[in-house]
T-cell receptor, first 111, second 119 residues
Framework: DAKTTQPNSMESNEEEPVHLPCNHSTISGTDYIHWYRQLPSQGPEYVIHGLTSNVNNRMASLAIAEDRKSSTLILHRATLRDAAVYYCILIDGGGADGLTFGKGTHLIIQP | GAVVSQHPSRVICKSGTSVKIECRSLDFQATTMFWYRQFPKQSLMLMATSNEGSKATYEQGVEKDKFLINHASLTLSTLTVTSAHPEDSSFYIC???????????????FGNGTRLTVT
């Protein structure tokens, strides 16, 4: 799988939007961009995924650069429950294999 | 939504004993399940892919005789840590994909993990 680069940690205030960046300059044309998050002492949970167009769901939005070499996960109004490690993962053609997790971004939410 | 249940959530065992961890897909069938291990302050590492009705596929460096995987039905995979030692203490997490939801782009659903402590 192509590699992704994320900041080690980010801090935001409660009820403010959060933009989590991910660089994937070696992304291939068939790679999908997936985001997962892991709350403390829990298994990861799926957040969102996309290929080329921006995507929205009830949890977040995903903004994908036109050249697809970077993407941003957007939490529109962060709450304390959004404090977690966020992983940006590329999966070729959807992927049938297990995911390869990088170090992710540790998001800290200040009340 | 699809749920993956993992049991037990926490186990303490003595060195030299074996521990079995169960992973169930509650409302979908999973021909493939994945087992991960996570050490404190580190990311998840894929250990093996569990295949229903056939042998598991292990990642490089993972001992298949130590981490026995059985995937006897479409909703149950088990991981047995044999002859556990303190260095096997870790957070073990299973996952499965509900192929019916979005085909090959279906997200992975994860269990809540099992905290294993070997004394």
């Amino acid at each position: 799988d192509a590699k992704t680069t994320q900041p080690n940690s980010m801090e935001s205030n409660e009820e403010e939007p959060v933009h989590l960046p991910c660089n994937h300059s070696t992304i291939s044309g068939t790679d999908y961009i997936h985001w997962y998050r892991q709350l403390p002492s829990q298994g990861p949970e799926y957040v969102i995924h996309g290929l080329t167009s921006n995507v929205n769901n009830r949890m977040a939005s995903l903004a994908i650069a036109e050249d697809r070499k970077s993407s941003t996960l957007i939490l529109h109004r962060a709450t304390l429950r959004d404090a977690a490690v966020y992983y940006c993962i590329l999966i070729d053609g959807g992927g049938a294999d297990g995911l390869t997790f990088g170090k992710g971004t540790h998001l800290i939410i200040q009340p | 939504g699809a749920v993956v249940s993992q049991h037990p959530s926490r186990v303490i065992c003595k060195s030299g004993t074996s521990v079995k961890i169960e992973c169930r897909s509650l409302d979908f069938q999973a021909t493939t399940m994945f087992w991960y291990r996570q050490f404190p302050k580190q990311s998840l590492m894929l250990m093996a892919t569990s295949n229903e009705g056939s042998k598991a596929t292990y990642e490089q460096g993972v001992e298949k005789d130590k981490f026995l995987i059985n995937h006897a039905s479409l909703t149950l995979s088990t991981l047995t840590v044999t002859s556990a030692h303190p260095e096997d203490s870790s957070f073990y997490i299973c996952s499965a994909r509900d192929w019916g939801s979005q085909g090959r782009n279906s997200p992975l659903h994860f269990g809540n993990g099992t905290r294993l402590t070997v004394t």
